[in-house]
């Protein structure tokens, strides 16, 4: 029998040695580096982050759909009224996991729209640690589930660097999507620092959402079935509920009928029961219908059949959810956890509005500036939630998610930074089904948990000096309902949407205006210095919203001196936390040049076999001429996939089927375009090309990229030519990643089904886009290899 460990000799690490070196081993007695190791009575902690899910969605809130799950973790601890986030995904994110503001983690905006100043660079600083690099130090296991969006995209390749990748940041394990979303049947998946596939297809009951549980439920009982005192940190963040709202008919078709009267119904009734649960304050006026958002009863038939339908299916993706969380939870149950992990469960920002005023049957026409139809939706009705679709529901349910405040995700408004937040801890919290109306905000969740944990920050993580704590803690408030908030300040900026919360009283300044109708900006105008000038002299709005909770009464006029002194103060906290420069554009961030860990070259050598390229990383191919050659050796009946880019949402592939040579652009889903040889591929060694010549200017701001020619050839000669009268102008897909050799996932043309492998051999695939005519294939391939 071996000697129990904890008879053992043991050192701290760093330490000089305790033993005792002798001749021999009879004449020496042996001593330990320490393993860290935890109280046994240390509480686990799970955050558990939902994506685009407003304040009145969930039951517990007021809302209709059924969230049992996430309903009865408000009954075993707290439900708090006055969480506030930033408006975004990726900054949120960031608050959540540093305890941080969101510019001085430099996440201004998305990961993939950042700027180049120190507030918005996009490079979370490793002076701000994670709470998973803090809690990993002192023995916790580390997991992170779901979506990350905190790397830069440009780094999100198989080049790295890997730093800032979940593993990069504390978590042990990972298993995920590392971008803002991702197909909820065919998602784009990571396991730790590589890519991977899901495990079984849609078509066999694949969704995201439970793969997710499964795997976060693996990961703690791997831990635990070895050591099970020792706690873990779980991040929980799947991509629901964020587009595309994708879910099994059988849970959609559950709300068949149930939002027929429509989404000024769904508000009041949904305000009515959020007095009674006293999530809002009793005296709360609802506020007034937003100018952007049809009245119910002044659609059409066919429009009222088609926004419910779309209401259904996030309803039935919202429970889905809930269920498959629910699994989780019971999971923690049946291991004997529950009672000793520390939940807290939140939104990341406000009900998106994304979808536009008539909702999206692909939400990357959003991010290219193509505007839905109703017609689009009707035609695709019944597709409403399957793999065929990237859809989103209409912004007159986005209102009426963020119930009883004004507008939504994007928007420093409290529709986008009010949300839900609940805290479950059955063995530290004595409250349970109480309602906390402190002010928080999500900075503060870090702060919590070491309060809670008996933690203090630490000094340096890694070697690096820490940066201090932004956030203060709110646990004072779980056994006290009446207790003071601590926090009394608190600025916001998005998109040059800003405003301040001060001491009960919150300045807005909305960009481009109190709604789209009122304002003669579009989303994603510029602010130059003159208006940003005229902004602040006449621009802000002033609520007090202590006694005003869905800021309904604007007092910018009789209290215009407190007005005044909260815009100096924005700007203070501006400058504390490097909100300045002020940049309200908005998808064309995404075109920004970054730089990136190769030079810039105008061709790249790809390989078969490797994984597939970020759009921030691959050749640009967009708006210009750019052409794919393959080095193929090729059998008597070749095909399959040579490049491909994107999904069925958008993007292009160059193929062989039938023998001929193929190349397919799918414009936002909306047409898709193909050009076919006039001749077979012969079999043998070949160079196989397509070019794409443009024919005329881009129109970015309506949506259409550069219209063009293409021509096919082989080892040089023509054998096929088309037009493409519009093309993409800004992303091709959500995903967008680039792949030689197949099309895995989602296809970017029905003409095959995935991943459609080319059943040749593929020696390597260059990708030009320096606008040259190649009339030597070898010189070419031999200059794109020495710049590699």
């Given at each position: 029998m071996g000697r129990n460990r904890m008879t053992l000799n043991e050192y701290p690490p760093g330490t000089a040695f305790t033993g005792v070196i002798g001749r021999t081993p009879a004449e020496s007695v042996p001593a330990w580096p320490a393993p860290v190791r935890t109280d046994p009575s240390a509480p686990n902690v799970v955050f558990i982050v939902i994506d685009d899910m407003g304040f009145g969605h969930l039951g517990c809130y007021g809302s209709p759909i059924a969230t049992p799950t996430i309903d009865q973790l408000a009954a075993d601890g707290l439900r708090y009224a006055n969480m506030h986030t930033t408006a975004l995904c990726s900054p949120s994110r960031s608050c959540i996991l540093t305890g941080r503001n969101h510019h001085s983690n430099h996440l201004a905006c998305l990961t993939n729209g950042s700027t180049g100043f120190p507030g918005s660079d996009g490079y979370i600083p490793f002076e701000n640690g994670f709470l998973s690099e803090i809690l990993k130090s002192v023995g916790y296991n580390t997991y992170c589930v779901g979506k990350w969006h905190l790397a830069p995209e440009e780094t999100m390749t198989a080049a790295g660097p890997y730093d800032r990748w979940p593993l990069g940041?504390?978590?042990?394990?990972?298993?995920?999507?590392?971008?803002?979303?991702?197909?909820?049947?065919?998602?784009?998946?990571?396991?730790?620092?590589?890519?991977?596939?899901?495990?079984?297809?849609?078509?066999h009951g694949y969704h995201l959402t439970p793969d997710l549980v499964e795997k976060a439920t693996a990961m703690i009982a791997d831990a635990k079935q070895v050591a099970p005192d020792k706690p873990f940190f779980l991040y929980f963040a799947p991509g629901a509920m964020h587009s595309p709202h994708h879910v099994p008919r059988e849970w959609a078709d559950k709300y068949t009928g149930a939002f027929d009267e429509g989404w000024d119904v769904y508000r009041e009734r949904v305000f009515e029961?959020?007095?009674?649960?006293?999530?809002?304050?009793?005296?709360?006026?609802?506020?007034?219908?937003?100018?952007?958002?049809?009245?119910?009863?002044?659609?059409?038939?066919?429009?009222?059949?088609?926004?419910?339908?779309?209401?259904?299916?996030?309803?039935?993706?919202?429970?889905?959810?809930?269920?498959?969380?629910?699994?989780?939870?019971?999971?923690?149950?049946?291991?004997?956890?529950?009672?000793?992990?520390?939940?807290?469960?939140?939104?990341?920002?406000?009900?998106?509005?994304?979808?536009?005023?008539?909702?999206?049957?692909?939400?990357?026409?959003f991010f290219n500036n193509v505007p839905d139809t109703v017609a689009d939706g009707l035609a695709r009705i019944d597709d409403l939630g399957g793999p065929a679709l990237f859809n989103h529901f209409p912004w007159g349910w986005t209102n009426a998610g963020n119930t009883p405040f004004r507008r939504w995700k994007r928007e420093t408004y409290r529709g986008g930074t009010t949300d839900p937040f609940i805290v479950s801890w059955p063995r530290g919290i004595t409250a349970h089904g109480e309602t906390r109306m402190q002010y928080t905000h999500i900075v503060d969740m870090v702060p919590t948990v070491l309060d809670a944990l008996g933690l203090e920050p630490p000094a340096a993580i890694a070697g690096v000096t820490q940066s201090p704590i932004e956030g203060v803690s709110f646990r004072h408030t779980f056994a006290d309902a009446a207790a003071p908030s601590r926090r009394v300040t608190q600025y916001f900026e998005m998109l040059g949407h800003r405003s301040l919360y001060h001491d009960g009283w919150r300045a807005v300044c909305p960009w481009p205006g109190p709604s789209f109708t009122e304002s003669a900006h579009r989303f994603g105008d510029v602010i130059t210095a003159d208006m940003l000038t005229e902004l602040d002299a006449t621009g802000w709005e002033l609520y007090h919203v202590e006694a005003d909770y869905a800021e309904t009464t604007n007092l910018a006029g009789?209290?215009?001196?407190?007005?005044?002194?909260?815009?100096?103060?924005?700007?203070?906290?501006?400058?504390?936390?490097?909100?300045?420069?002020?940049?309200?554009?908005?998808?064309?961030?995404?075109?920004?040049?970054?730089?990136?860990?190769?030079?810039?070259?105008?061709?790249?050598?790809?390989?078969?076999?490797?994984?597939?390229?970020?759009?921030?990383?691959?050749?640009?191919?967009?708006?210009?001429?750019y052409s794919i050659s393959a080095e193929v050796d090729a059998g008597a009946s070749v095909e399959g996939v040579l490049l491909?880019?994107?999904?069925?949402?958008?993007?292009?592939?160059?193929?062989?089927?039938?023998?001929?040579?193929?190349?397919?652009?799918?414009?936002?889903?909306?047409?898709?375009?193909?050009?076919?040889?006039?001749?077979?591929?012969?079999?043998?060694?070949?160079?196989?090309?397509?070019?794409?010549?443009?024919?005329?200017?881009?129109?970015?701001k309506n949506g259409r990229g550069t219209p063009g020619r293409v021509r096919l050839l082989v080892d040089g000669t023509e054998t096929g030519r088309g037009d493409l009268p519009v093309t993409t102008p800004i992303r091709l897909a959500q995903g967008g990643a680039m792949l030689v050799g197949a099309d895995s996932?989602?296809?970017?043309?029905?003409?095959?089904?995935?991943?459609?492998?080319?059943?040749?051999?593929i020696r390597r695939v260059i990708v030009d886009v320096s606008g040259e005519h190649v009339e030597d294939h070898e010189a070419q391939f031999a200059i794109a290899l020495a710049k590699q």
């Open positions: 940041r504390g978590f042990e394990r990972y298993y995920g999507f590392l971008g803002g979303d991702t197909h909820q049947y065919h998602p784009e998946l990571v396991r730790d620092n590589s890519q991977t596939e899901p495990e079984t297809t849609p078509e029961r959020q007095k009674d649960l006293g999530v809002v304050p009793g005296d709360t006026t609802l506020s007034p219908h937003d100018p952007d958002v049809q009245s119910w009863g002044s659609l059409s038939a066919d429009e009222r059949r088609l926004y419910a339908r779309m209401m259904e299916v996030f309803a039935g993706f919202l429970e889905h959810t809930d269920h498959h969380l629910g699994r989780l939870i019971e999971f923690l149950r049946e291991i004997g956890e529950y009672d000793n992990t520390l939940i807290m469960l939140v939104s990341d920002n406000g009900s998106s509005a994304e979808g536009g005023p008539t909702g999206s049957v692909n939400e990357t026409r009789p209290e215009r001196a407190r007005l005044i002194a909260m815009i100096a103060m924005w700007y203070t906290e501006a400058g504390r936390y490097h909100v300045l420069p002020i940049d309200s554009r908005a998808t064309a961030r995404i075109a920004d040049e970054r730089p990136q860990i190769a030079a810039s070259r105008d061709r790249s050598v790809l390989y078969p076999g490797t994984q597939s390229i970020p759009a921030a990383a691959a050749p640009k191919i967009l708006n210009r001429p491909s880019m994107g999904g069925n949402d958008g993007g292009i592939s160059f193929y062989v089927q039938n023998g001929l040579l193929c190349f397919a652009h799918n414009y936002v889903a909306k047409e898709i375009f193909s050009v076919r040889s006039a001749t077979a591929v012969p079999a043998g060694h070949h160079v196989l090309r397509m070019e794409f010549e443009p024919t005329g200017p881009p129109d970015v996932g989602s296809t970017v043309t029905p003409e095959y089904t995935a991943p459609f492998a080319f059943t040749g051999r």
